[in-house]
C-alpha cells in the first residue's frame, strides 16, 4: 500500500501541469478520478498527448460540464473527496459554477488545487502563455543556453513540470495534512512562473553574493566552467563531466593524463585554454569508450544518453527506472515498494465513479 492510498482526488482533465500532477498522485496511491471532455472513455484517452504515461493510474470519467445534471453529479462527487485540481484559466471553473466558493459549500474539507501559468490574481493572470514564457518571467530562462546565442528552451521540465505540477502536488498534500486537522480546505495557487522563479532561490543568492553573473557560459553551473559541461566525443556522442570538488577533479585529470600543475582548477583565466583541451581529449575516443574509462572512479564521468538509450543503461535497469515500454516508473519510492507504476487507463461512467465513492 502507498503513501496517500487514502486520498481521493477529482483532476479536471487538462494538458501540462494538472495532468503530470494527478500522475503523480496516483502513482503515490491515490485515488485518482480523471473528468475527461470526451464523449466515449475508450481508445480516445489514450490518443491525447503523453497519454500513456501521464494518464495512468486512474479511471477516465466522461463528464459534461455544460449539462446541469453532469454538474450536480460532480458536485456528489467532490462532496466526497479530498481534493481536486484543475489547470484552467482563471475563471473557467467559476464560470461553469464549480468554483472554490460553490464547491465549499458542497465540500468544506476539500482543498482546491490551480495550477496556471501566472496565477490566479497579478496584471497578467487572463493573458495566455506556455511553458517557456512563464519560465523566461522568472528570470531561469536567460540563464540558459551558449553564451552570444538565445537562451535555449529546455524542454518543459521545469515551468510545467517541476514549478507547477510538483508545486501543485506539494501545495495540495500540505493543505490535506491541514484540512485533516482543522475541518476546513484551502485553494492552493500554484503558479508556474512562481515556483520557476522559487527554482532560482540558489543563484539568486549568488548573484546577490557577487558570484554569479548575468552571463551565459561564464558561471561555475552553467557550462562556464571546464570541469562542469558537456563534451562532443569521437563519435559525435557526449559525456558529462561535474567533477567539481578537488578531488573528483583531481580524478578527472588523472584520467585525461593531464599533470595537475598545469591545469589550476580555479585559475580563471585559464579555463578557455583548459575548456580547448579537454574538448581536444574527449574528442579523441568515442563516448561509451569514455564511460568505460572513467567507470568506478570519482571523476564524475557519465555518458549522455538518449531518450531511447536511457531504459537499457545498467543503472536504470538495475532499479527499475523504466518498465519493458521504455516508460519510467514511479518515483519517489519508499521501503517496501517495488515502484512500478499503477496501471493504465480504466474508462468508468460518472454514475460508476459515484457509486465506486458512495462511502
Known amino acids: 500500500m502507498r503513501p496517500l492510498s487514502d486520498l481521493r482526488v477529482i483532476e479536471f482533465d487538462g494538458l501540462g501541469p494538472v495532468t503530470f500532477a494527478g500522475m503523480m498522485l496516483a502513482d503515490l496511491g491515490a485515488q485518482v478520478l480523471r473528468l475527461t471532455r470526451s464523449a466515449t472513455a475508450g481508445a480516445a484517452v489514450f490518443d491525447e498527448v503523453g497519454g500513456a504515461v501521464l494518464h495512468r493510474g486512474r479511471a477516465a470519467v466522461p463528464?459534461?460540464?455544460?449539462?446541469?445534471?453532469?454538474?450536480?453529479?460532480?458536485?456528489?462527487?467532490?462532496?466526497?473527496?479530498?481534493?481536486?485540481?484543475?489547470?484552467?484559466?482563471?475563471?473557467?471553473?467559476?464560470?461553469?459554477g464549480l468554483g472554490p466558493d460553490v464547491v465549499a459549500e458542497r465540500a468544506p474539507r476539500l482543498v482546491y488545487g490551480r495550477v496556471t501559468g501566472w496565477g490566479q490574481t497579478g496584471p497578467m493572470a487572463d493573458q495566455v502563455g506556455h511553458d517557456l514564457n512563464y519560465l523566461a518571467l522568472s528570470g531561469a530562462l536567460h540563464a540558459m543556453g551558449e553564451p552570444d546565442r538565445p537562451p535555449r528552451p529546455p524542454l518543459n521540465l521545469i515551468a510545467d513540470y517541476a514549478a507547477g505540477a510538483q508545486g501543485l502536488v506539494i501545495g495540495l498534500t500540505a493543505g490535506v495534512i491541514e484540512a485533516r486537522r482543522t475541518g476546513r480546505g484551502r485553494v492552493v495557487d500554484a503558479a508556474m512562473t512562481d515556483g520557476a522563479a522559487l527554482l532560482t532561490g540558489l543563484f539568486?543568492?549568488?548573484?546577490?553574493?557577487?558570484?554569479?553573473?548575468?552571463?551565459?557560459?561564464?558561471?561555475?553551473?552553467?557550462?562556464?566552467?571546464?570541469?562542469?559541461?558537456?563534451?562532443?566525443?569521437?563519435d559525435r556522442?557526449?559525456?558529462?563531466?561535474g567533477a567539481l570538488e578537488p578531488r573528483?577533479?583531481?580524478?578527472?585529470?588523472?584520467?585525461?593524463?593531464?599533470?595537475?600543475?598545469q591545469a589550476p582548477q580555479y585559475d580563471l583565466a585559464g579555463w578557455p585554454a583548459l575548456h580547448a583541451r579537454l574538448e581536444a581529449a574527449f574528442a579523441a575516443r568515442p563516448r561509451d569508450a569514455w564511460a568505460d574509462h572513467f567507470a568506478g572512479t570519482e571523476a564524475c564521468v557519465t555518458p549522455v544518453l538518449t531518450l531511447a538509450e536511457a531504459p537499457a543503461h545498467p543503472h536504470n535497469r538495475g532499479r527499475g527506472t523504466f518498465d519493458a515500454r521504455g516508460f519510467p516508473q514511479t518515483a519517489p519510492r519508499f521501503a517496501g515498494d517495488d515502484g512500478r507504476a499503477p496501471p493504465d487507463v480504466v474508462p468508468l461512467s460518472l454514475e460508476a465513479a459515484l457509486e465506486a465513492w458512495s462511502v
Open 63 to 96: 463528464v459534461d460540464l455544460k449539462s446541469p445534471a453532469d454538474r450536480d453529479r460532480v458536485l456528489h462527487l467532490l462532496a466526497r473527496a479530498d481534493a481536486l485540481i484543475e489547470g484552467f484559466r482563471p475563471g473557467v471553473m467559476e464560470r461553469l
Open 237 to 241: 556522442r557526449f559525456v558529462a563531466v
Open 248 to 261: 573528483f577533479y583531481a580524478a578527472l585529470l588523472a584520467g585525461l593524463d593531464i599533470p595537475a600543475d
Open 204 to 234: 539568486q543568492a549568488l548573484r546577490a553574493r557577487g558570484v554569479w553573473s548575468d552571463a551565459r557560459g561564464a558561471n561555475l553551473l552553467d557550462g562556464g566552467a571546464p570541469f562542469y559541461r558537456c563534451y562532443a566525443c569521437a
